[in-house]
């Protein structure tokens, strides 16, 4: 039997968001630390969001280039996981992993085959891998920002490596991204919200069921 397949909505920033999307069986949920984003949450919104989800589902808190005491902030919060979604390096990670005492995921932008081969660098440095689509040229945000990347780019990654898949997922994509690249794990934010930052409720249930029933 195939292990299940862990499924994570992020940019959550609300209670009534968090509880429709633990009922609709998610995994993981994220929370945004990055004012720039549309999804952005103070460290007040996310500590509340973390004690309500704790013992109900799996948190991760979502930094950009984060300082140690930006780290040190959220890690005091006691989420699962922190999730580097900026330009650090493989050291950068590991000493922050170090530091946090909390399990690292790295999201790493996929445009090319030189992309996929630097992903190496961080399988020993981190706790988990995250692809993702790269941002386009002269966004102010890192992320697909709802894009989707050439997934057969993938193709060439060790198999042994296992991945999150993230960037452009939808409720109506989701099924042939499980069947084409078999990711340990899924990452959605924009593909389930009906506006920038907004998240629905439905869509959020429509992902996870038909996520589910392509595995």
Same mark, same amino acid.
């Given at each position: 039997?195939?292990?299940?397949?862990i499924?994570?909505?992020?940019?959550?920033?609300?209670?009534?968001i968090?509880? =429709?999307?633990?009922? =609709?069986? @998610?995994?993981? $949920?994220?929370?945004?630390?990055?004012?720039?984003?549309?999804?952005?949450?103070?460290?007040?919104?996310?500590?509340?969001l973390?004690?309500?989800?704790?013992?109900?589902?799996?948190?991760?808190?979502?930094?950009?280039n984060p300082?140690? /005491?930006?780290?040190?902030?959220?890690?005091?919060?006691?989420?699962d996981?922190?999730?580097?979604?900026? +330009?650090?390096?493989?050291?950068r $990670?590991?000493?922050?992993?170090?530091?946090a005492g909390?399990?690292i995921?790295? =999201?790493m932008?996929?445009?090319t085959?030189?992309?996929?081969?630097?992903l @190496? @660098?961080?399988v020993?440095v =981190?706790?988990?891998?995250?692809?993702d689509?790269?941002p +386009?040229?002269?966004a102010d945000r890192?992320?697909?920002?709802?894009?989707?990347?050439?997934?057969s780019?993938?193709?060439?990654?060790? +198999? /042994?490596?296992?991945?999150?898949l993230?960037?452009?997922?939808?409720?109506?994509?989701v099924?042939? @991204?499980?069947?084409?690249?078999?990711?340990?794990?899924?990452?959605?934010?924009?593909?389930?919200?009906?506006?920038?930052?907004?998240?629905d409720k439905?869509l959020?249930?429509?992902f996870?069921?038909?996520?589910?029933?392509? $595995?």
């Open positions: 039997m195939a292990d299940p397949l499924i994570k909505i992020c940019g959550i920033k609300t209670p009534e968090l509880d =429709a999307t633990i009922a =609709a069986g @998610a995994d993981m $949920v994220g929370f945004m630390h990055f004012p720039r984003s549309p999804r952005h949450a103070s460290i007040e919104e996310i500590a509340t973390i004690s309500e989800a704790r013992g109900r589902v799996e948190t991760c808190v979502v930094l950009v300082d140690n /005491s930006t780290v040190a902030e959220f890690a005091a919060l006691g989420p996981w922190i999730q580097l979604h900026g +330009p650090e390096t493989p050291h $990670v590991e000493a922050i992993r170090a530091e909390v399990e995921m790295k =999201a932008p996929i445009g085959a030189e992309d996929v081969a630097h @190496a @660098a961080f020993d =981190a706790d988990r891998i995250l692809v689509a790269k +386009p040229k002269g890192p992320g697909g920002l709802g894009d989707t990347f050439d997934w780019l993938l193709k060439a990654l060790d +198999p /042994s490596i296992p991945f999150m993230s960037g452009g997922l939808t409720p109506q994509t099924a042939d @991204a499980i069947k084409m690249l078999h990711p340990f794990g899924l990452d959605v934010s924009s593909g389930v919200e009906s506006a920038p930052g907004v998240k439905r959020i249930e429509a996870i069921r038909n996520a589910r029933a392509a $595995v």
